[in-house]
């Protein structure tokens, strides 16, 4: 069993940035890791993801070219740089890899 370690959410106003970090305690190199949300009353949907070593991106439809996901200098550790955020992007963040979830992160985009 994967357990990440997630920091970075809070509060933050229309047009603002955040960066989320996400860490796992595996005991290899994971091949991919990724990123869902899930906002009140919502499905919890896709936003990010990428691979060791290659460092092969994908994004969801909603956050391309606002978000990037990159790698830490450490292996299994990603960041989520996250810009010109919306009311429409608060939701609770996770990290993922293997089948194991990390317990999320809040972020909150409001005036």
Not at 53 to 69: E, H, I, L, Q, S
Not at 72 to 93: K, R
Request: aromatic residues 10%; hydrophobic residues 35%.
């Amino acid at each position: 069993q994967v357990h990440f370690v997630e920091s970075g959410g809070g509060l933050v106003q229309p047009g603002g940035s955040l960066r989320l970090s996400c860490k796992a305690l595996a005991g290899l190199t994971i091949y991919i890791m990724r990123w869902y949300r899930q906002a009140p009353g919502k499905e919890r949907g896709f936003v990010a993801s990428i691979t060791w070593p290659a460092g092969v991106t994908k994004y969801g439809d909603d956050v391309a070219g606002r978000f990037t996901v990159s790698r830490g200098p450490a292996d299994n550790t990603m960041y989520l740089h996250m810009n010109s955020l919306e009311p429409e992007d608060t939701a609770v963040y996770y990290c993922t890899a293997l089948h194991d979830w990390g317990q999320g992160t809040q972020v909150t985009v409001s005036s």
